[in-house]
């Protein structure tokens, strides 16, 4: 089904596809092996941005991260054309791509354009163009290319993100239905923040609008009622002034979680202010902010429309999709939180691999947790020793904080405070004289209990580090008798100083039990 709507000069689609993926062979293919550095060149209605992934493929770190604000969209519902200065902008930042490109000797390249370009009828034309003066090739996304990716970016940070994936761009709006790591149907609008802004001196005009091609999404049921995952500058944008208007203490947009009612309320709060006030506020660029007030009503009505359950912020998007969209079937299984941790510490750590034997040494304090405490345990155990060339002093306060503000996937808000209190004990035996007591007020009473049990019995364990890759003792956990007791082995015995003793007397008071060593 396609429906056609005219605006202007120029022929505007709305476009919708039950999809489980996207052509494998729309990109060059990749090794797995080659994973660890792939560059992105994303030319959106916007913005034309530069991205080189590097680190551990699952959950890449961003070796190069470069953006410019061009604005090809602007005024493209008038005359069907390519703003003219926009393209002038656009052509001198990805000149200068390529030739970073031809320096950081990175291959292959991918480099993708999205609503503006796909729309103009100068958008052929542009991509000839930059090929003649780049030599990049320019892959014209469809809208349903476009929502698919941005959805398979949500599953590299969020592998079981489950419900509505929303990408906001320049010149349009993708909406596609995720879950059990599948992209079902997709939906692809012309509505985005560049191509209503004749509208904004006309607010019943531009309400009218916005909701004539919400409502539309809205005809389709399975969009309905469901997590929303919002991908895109002006959704990040709008979270990140939602954090100030909340006065919310972890400036982590990914993962962050807003309602039907804070959105609703952050639009109010948005549109009550002037753009340089809310520059002030939150530090946004003002090219970013002039386009946060028509998205913020694009997001009230997408809200009031779908009424999801939670409305969360994905960082990962259409440049992550691509990425993830290459990766083997067996790499796309794996943890990206465990991943990163597992590299971090063959990188970093003073014994790389200790943290698996850590991690089996403490297991039986931790008998009946969830999985999902599970996995924060042996992140924690892989993390353990990655900041020992911290100042001393500093040291757990560094762990805190690269626990917390990591570029981590797979990760909530509440376990990136729970794995930075742990890691803050692997390293202080108190965390009374901390400066994040804002922030662990986001945990309970009971989750810093269980983070500081693991954190002191990381601490303890990491005494036997130095002993090679086994650690030559047992430990164990009676809840009952509210018994912890230490096993050594012959070889150990000596090394079992007043240190040692020291950590093993704070973990076995974190858990209110009664030490013994044999």
């Known amino acids: 089904m396609e429906v056609l709507l005219l605006v202007g000069k120029i022929s505007l689609k709305k476009l919708e596809l039950n999809s489980t993926s996207t052509n494998s062979d729309m990109f060059p293919s990749i090794r797995q092996e080659s994973l660890t550095r792939v560059g992105v060149i994303d030319i959106g209605s916007n913005s034309v941005r530069m991205v080189v992934f590097d680190g551990a493929a699952r959950s890449p770190a961003y070796?190069?991260?470069?953006?410019?604000?061009?604005?090809l969209g602007e005024g493209l519902e008038k005359g069907g054309l390519l703003n003219l200065k926009a393209k002038e902008r656009?052509?001198?930042?990805?000149?200068?791509?390529?030739?970073?490109?031809?320096?950081?000797?990175?291959?292959?390249?991918?480099?993708?354009?999205?609503?503006?370009?796909?729309?103009?009828?100068?958008?052929?034309?542009?991509?000839?163009?930059?090929?003649?003066?780049?030599?990049?090739?320019?892959?014209?996304?469809?809208?349903?290319?476009?929502?698919?990716?941005?959805?398979?970016?949500?599953?590299?940070?969020?592998?079981?993100?489950?419900?509505?994936?929303?990408?906001?761009?320049?010149?349009?709006?993708?909406?596609?239905?995720?879950?059990?790591?599948?992209?079902?149907?997709?939906?692809?609008?012309?509505?985005?923040?560049?191509?209503?802004?004749?509208?904004?001196?006309?607010?019943?005009?531009?309400?009218?609008?916005?909701?004539?091609?919400?409502?539309?999404?809205?005809?389709?049921?399975?969009?309905?009622?469901?997590?929303?995952?919002?991908?895109?500058?002006?959704?990040?944008?709008?979270a990140r002034l939602d954090m100030e208007r909340r006065r919310y203490p972890l400036k982590v947009l990914h993962e962050y979680r807003m309602t039907q009612e804070s959105v609703s309320e952050t639009v109010k709060w948005i549109l009550s202010k002037d753009i340089k006030k809310l520059g002030t506020v939150s530090g946004l660029s003002k090219s970013r902010l002039r386009l946060v007030p028509i998205a913020a009503r694009i997001l009230r009505s997408l809200t009031r429309e779908l009424k999801p359950r939670s409305i969360f912020l994905s960082s990962y998007g259409i440049r992550e999709g691509l990425l993830y969209e290459q990766m083997p079937y067996k790499l796309k299984r794996l943890d990206p939180l465990l991943e990163a941790c597992r590299l971090d510490e063959e990188q970093n750590a003073r014994f790389p691999g200790f943290g698996s034997e850590l991690y089996r040494f403490i297991k039986p304090i931790f008998k009946d947790v969830s999985n999902e405490r599970i996995r924060l345990i042996k992140s924690a155990c892989l993390l353990h020793d990655v900041n020992w060339r911290a100042h001393p002093d500093y040291r757990a306060e560094v762990c805190f904080d690269n626990a917390t503000r990591a570029n981590l996937g797979g990760l909530t808000h509440m376990e990136r405070i729970f794995l930075g209190v742990s890691l803050l004990y692997r390293y202080k035996d108190s965390r009374k004289y901390t400066t994040y007591q804002k922030v662990l007020s986001l945990l309970s009473a009971n989750e810093l209990r269980e983070a500081e049990i693991l954190g002191k019995a990381m601490r303890f364990g990491a005494t036997f580090s130095r002993l090679g890759e086994h650690i030559p003792a047992k430990l164990e956990w009676d809840p009952k008798q509210n018994l912890v007791k230490l096993t050594l082995k012959t070889k150990s015995k000596p090394l079992y100083g007043e240190i040692v003793d020291k950590r093993f007397s704070s973990l076995a008071k974190a858990l209110g039990a009664v030490a013994e060593v044999i």
């Open 90 to 238: 656009a052509f001198r930042a990805l000149s200068r791509f390529a030739s970073l490109i031809k320096s950081m000797k990175i291959s292959p390249i991918t480099c993708v354009a999205t609503a503006a370009v796909r729309q103009a009828t100068d958008g052929q034309k542009f991509c000839e163009d930059v090929f003649l003066s780049t030599g990049l090739t320019v892959k014209v996304l469809s809208g349903i290319e476009e929502a698919n990716l941005s959805a398979q970016g949500v599953f590299l940070g969020w592998p079981e993100a489950d419900g509505v994936m929303c990408d906001i761009g320049g010149s349009s709006l993708e909406v596609a239905e995720i879950g059990n790591g599948v992209v079902g149907k997709c939906v692809s609008i012309p509505l985005g923040p560049l191509n209503l802004t004749s509208l904004m001196l006309d607010k019943k005009a531009l309400k009218k609008k916005i909701n004539q091609e919400i409502n539309y999404i809205g005809n389709y049921s399975q969009f309905s009622e469901k997590d929303l995952f919002l991908v895109g500058g002006s959704w990040r944008a709008i």
């Open 63 to 71: 070796f190069f991260n470069e953006n410019i604000f061009c604005g």
